[in-house]
């Protein structure tokens, strides 16, 4: 499916979809259980919308996963280092399309959580 010249692309993308997941994995399931100072038995993130957020990681994923097999595809007429280089690009900018998207709509607008104020801000105030 893919010609000998194209593998550095899946290679390419598959660090992408490892770095991705490696690094949002993490932040979302940290958020379901570490509250804020103020509240320390309540959760930022919700069991409901941390779903949500695994869902769009994953299907970002699948996305990423397509682009760098589209420009693996190139490694039937262009030499496998310029297909590296070709992909490192595409991928790395692969989520520009999706950064138009209203994600507020879908519940997906803060994927890190929202932000409390702490009670030395509201005392400054």
């Known amino acids: 499916m893919v010609p000998d010249d194209g593998t550095n692309a899946l290679v390419v993308g598959g660090i992408a979809i490892g770095g991705l997941t490696g690094l949002m994995l993490p932040v979302i399931l940290f958020g379901m259980v570490r509250g804020t100072e103020e509240n320390r ?50 991928v790395g900018f692969s989520w520009m399309p999706l950064a138009m998207v209203p994600w507020e709509r879908f519940g997906l607008g803060d994927v890190l959580g929202r932000r409390r104020d702490s009670a030395a801000s509201r005392r400054a105030e």
């Open 41 to 90: 038995g309540t959760p930022r993130v919700g069991p409901g919308a941390a779903a949500r957020k695994l869902l769009a990681v994953l299907v970002f994923d699948v996305c990423l996963l397509v682009v760098a097999l589209l420009v693996a595809q190139l490694g039937w007429f262009l030499p496998a280092q310029l297909t590296t280089v070709v992909a490192v690009f595409a």
